[in-house]
């Protein structure tokens, strides 16, 4: 069964100070892994498509690389407007662009 | 910069009414999706739709619930006889570049079935 799984499910930390984001998963075959943000109350914005592994991605403080298990979200030097949700999910070759989700990991970054 | 629209933004219905949620996808977008999030959960699939027909439905998706594009432009859920557990926020999206490409979403409706 196609899965995702993100940890850690919460995350603290001060501005300025870095991290990363863990996204696992197993899937049948993926056509792309994909992040997004998204702020309470609100839909997903897209950040990210990661389609194999070694690739990455930048966008300004935040940079997405792939692996074949898993990709991380990096945050570097975080302000506290990154503070949000971000959710990571895939799409399998087996299906018509269906996306399945990870639960998230809730940012906080505090002043 | 193009949106995803979504109407209304929270619902509020009376368990067994018929609800229509509906959404304006952007306009030369193919592949059209509805997701929903019950509070605290993941964001799960419903449907996906391309060519007039859907394309892909989950377990969820059963006889109570129905897409269409009428026209154009719209895009709509329906469910028929609302029960408790439907409560979520229900979330629309559309692709264009390819079904595996990205997927924008739009606001989303909050629907709350008393």
């Known amino acids: 069964e196609d899965q995702v799984t993100q940890s850690p499910e919460a995350l603290r930390l001060q501005e300025g100070e870095s991290s990363s984001l863990n996204c696992s998963y197993t899937?049948?075959?993926?056509?792309?892994l994909f992040w997004y943000r998204q702020d309470p109350g609100k839909g997903p914005e897209f950040l990210f498509t990661?389609?194999?592994a070694g690739e990455e991605k930048e966008k300004e403080r935040l940079k997405a690389t792939l692996t074949k298990k898993e990709s991380f979200l990096h945050i570097t030097a975080p302000k506290p407007e990154d503070s949000a949700t971000y959710l990571c999910?895939?799409?399998?070759?087996?299906?018509?662009?269906?996306?399945?989700f990870g639960q998230g990991t809730t940012l906080q970054v505090k002043p | 910069e193009p949106e995803v629209t979504q109407t209304p933004s929270h619902q509020v219905t009376q368990m067994g009414q018929e609800v229509i949620l509906r959404c304006v996808p952007i306009?030369?977008?193919?592949?059209f999706y509805w997701y929903r999030q019950i509070l605290g959960q993941k964001v799960e699939f419903l449907v996906s739709?391309?060519?007039?027909?859907?394309?892909?439905k989950s377990e969820i998706f059963d006889d109570q619930f129905s897409v269409e594009r009428p026209d154009g432009s719209n895009f709509t859920l329906k469910i028929r006889s609302t029960k408790l557990e439907d409560s979520a926020m229900y979330f629309c999206?559309?692709?264009?570049?390819?079904?595996?490409?990205?997927?924008?979403f739009g606001q989303g409706t909050r629907l709350t079935v008393v």
């Open positions: 306009s030369n977008h193919l592949y």
């Open positions: 999910a895939v799409q399998a070759s087996s299906n018509t662009g269906k996306l399945i």
């Open positions: 739709f391309y060519n007039n027909e859907i394309s892909e």
């Open positions: 999206a559309s692709a264009g570049g390819g079904a595996f490409t990205e997927a924008f």
């Open positions: 990661l389609y194999s």
């Open positions: 899937v049948s075959g993926l056509r792309g």
